[in-house]
């Protein structure tokens, strides 16, 4: 097949500037019904926790990226990246986790310099995927 069949790499070709936002769903299916698989018989109560724990969590990890942005600290703000592109995994939120993983990559090789967009992309996936979990959690 052709390129339009490959997913969405987390990072562009060399001396390409990244893509801000990957061409994802919010939130993917299969994560969603792995979640609920790990705790059958529970009425969602499992998966109702972690996604509570995840719209908890990461507005704060979001806070840290900006902090860190303004502060030039790479080293926290590349470790925030990566507990948000962990976390997104783990509840199914692909597009959230891509710019993560991208804001992760960027940083520890390139620095702060050109992250801001992706930040705030970042901060627009999640509200993305909360909107969904919420929906998918209920």
């Known amino acids: ?6 997913p969405a ?19 993917d299916a299969d994560a969603i019904a792995n979640l609920r698989d790990l705790n059958p018989g529970d009425n969602g109560e499992f998966l109702r926790e972690i996604v509570g724990i995840y719209i ?6 979001i806070a840290e990226l900006k902090a860190c942005l303004a502060s030039g600290d790479t080293p926290a703000f590349t470790r925030a990246a990566h507990t948000i592109k962990g976390s997104s995994a783990n509840v199914g939120a692909q597009a ?10 960027l940083s520890r090789t390139e620095g702060l310099g050109g992250v801001a967009q992706l930040v705030a992309d970042c901060e627009a996936q999640f509200a993305r995927a909360e909107a969904e979990l919420r929906k998918l959690s209920a």
């Open 56 to 61: 908890e969590d990461t507005p704060k990890r």
């Open 1 to 6: 097949m052709g390129d339009l069949a490959r």
């Open 96 to 105: 959230l986790r891509a710019v993560a993983e991208r804001l992760e990559l």
């Open 9 to 27: 790499s987390p990072t562009p070709p060399p001396g390409q500037p990244p893509t801000t936002v990957p061409d994802l769903p919010p939130i």
